[in-house]
């Protein structure tokens, strides 16, 4: 699988961890194109349950939702490492308690 992908991919496997079969439905992108059209900058924006949770601008749609998706990833780890930490889980045996389950 090419690493242009992985964010994405990322991004949608824990939201089916998290929603299951339903995913989708909270998932929600918007872009915009900005520029010229031989020369454009596009800007994806990702929300999921309506908040915005990444935003990322590339030369090409591709690169652009890749880094929004990157970025909407990070905020939930964080999110999910402050509720583990919370609860005095360590966020590394949880998420091999979670890889685990699915092997």
């Known amino acids: 699988m090419p690493n242009a992908e992985q964010n ?11 929603y299951g079969t339903s995913a989708a439905s909270h998932l929600r992108w918007e872009s915009v194109k900005y ?13 999921i349950d309506n908040i915005e949770y990444g935003r990322g601008s590339g ?8 880094m929004a998706a990157g970025v909407a990833l990070m905020q939930l ?7 583990c930490t919370t609860i005095s889980v360590p ?13």
């Open 59 to 66: 030369g090409d749609k591709g690169s652009a939702k890749e």
């Open 77 to 83: 780890r964080s999110q999910y490492e402050s509720i």
């Open 35 to 47: 520029g010229d059209d031989h020369n454009p900058t596009w800007t994806f924006i990702v929300y």
């Open 8 to 18: 994405r991919l990322g991004l949608n496997n824990l939201l089916q961890q998290r």
């Open 91 to 103: 966020f590394s045996e949880t998420v091999m308690v979670s890889l685990s389950a699915q092997l």
